[in-house]
T-cell receptor, first 115, second 113 residues
Framework: GAGVSQSPRYKVAKRGQDVALRCDPISGHVSLFWYQQALGQGPEFLTYFQNEAQLDKSGLPSDRFFAERPEGSVSTLKIQRTQQEDSAVYLC?????????????FGAGSRLTVL | AQKITQTQPGMFVQEKEAVTLDCTYDTSDQSYGLFWYKQPSSGEMIFLIYQGSYDEQNATEGRYSLNFQKARKSANLVISASQLGDSAMYFCASMGGDDKIIFGKGTRLHILP
């Protein structure tokens, strides 16, 4: 597609529910990143992939968070047993990963509110 | 491990003036990259400018330039002739040798008419 597409744009979950956030990167983009952004803060790194390989998941806050990119394109971030502190905007970004300049193109984000 | 520090939570600047947004970084990598992104109130993240650690000249993109001082581990963003549309959050980011990209906490820039 023309840009990075994220769905849903808005998600309200009751505490304890599981949620799944989808990211459709730009076609052909090798790298895919997930970030968590709280209101008024900078994006916090969660995890990233090169193709289907998850190279770093050190930013995932707990074992309730899980990300996958099984075919090296679409990625899903899953949060199990959501807590109120999980409320944030989840940003997905992808890049061609070439020429040493890993310029990221971001999606519009998925805003998660946990009640 | 990489770290980005942005010490200015907020700045107010008169329209048409130049503004410098501070960024210092910490990395043990020999090869790395530095980025600036803009996030307006709409929430989208917009790429502004990139500087590679081996680039000898400061990067420039239109009204944006990156004041790269390697010895000081500083990568300040300079916006010349500021406009009302420049009001936004600005994030500095770094990429290490593992291609992982991390962001600072940001600076909120307000341009005054």
């Amino acid at each position: 597609g023309a840009g990075v597409s994220q769905s849903p744009r808005y998600k309200v979950a009751k505490r304890g529910q599981d949620v799944a956030l989808r990211c459709d990167p730009i076609s052909g983009h090798v790298s895919l990143f997930w970030y968590q952004q709280a209101l008024g803060q900078g994006p916090e790194f969660l995890t990233y992939f090169q193709n289907e390989a998850q190279l770093d998941k050190s930013g995932l806050p707990s074992d309730r968070f899980f990300a996958e990119r099984p075919e090296g394109s679409v990625s899903t971030l899953k949060i199990q047993r959501t807590q109120q502190e999980d409320s944030a905007v989840y940003l997905c970004a992808s890049s061609l990963s070439r020429d040493g300049a890993n310029v990221l193109t971001f999606g519009a984000g998925s805003r998660l509110t946990v009640l | 491990a990489q770290k980005i520090t942005q010490t200015q939570p907020g700045m107010f600047v008169q329209e048409k003036e130049a503004v410098t947004l501070d960024c210092t970084y910490d990395t043990s990598d020999q090869s790395y990259g530095l980025f600036w992104y803009k996030q307006p109130s709409s929430g989208e993240m917009i790429f502004l400018i990139y500087q590679g650690s081996y680039d000898e000249q400061n990067a420039t993109e239109g009204r944006y330039s990156l004041n790269f001082q390697k010895a000081r581990k500083s990568a300040n963003l300079v916006i010349s002739a500021s406009q009302l549309g420049d009001s936004a959050m600005y994030f500095c980011a770094s990429m290490g040798g593992d291609d992982k990209i991390i962001f600072g906490k940001g600076t909120r820039l307000h341009i005054l008419p």
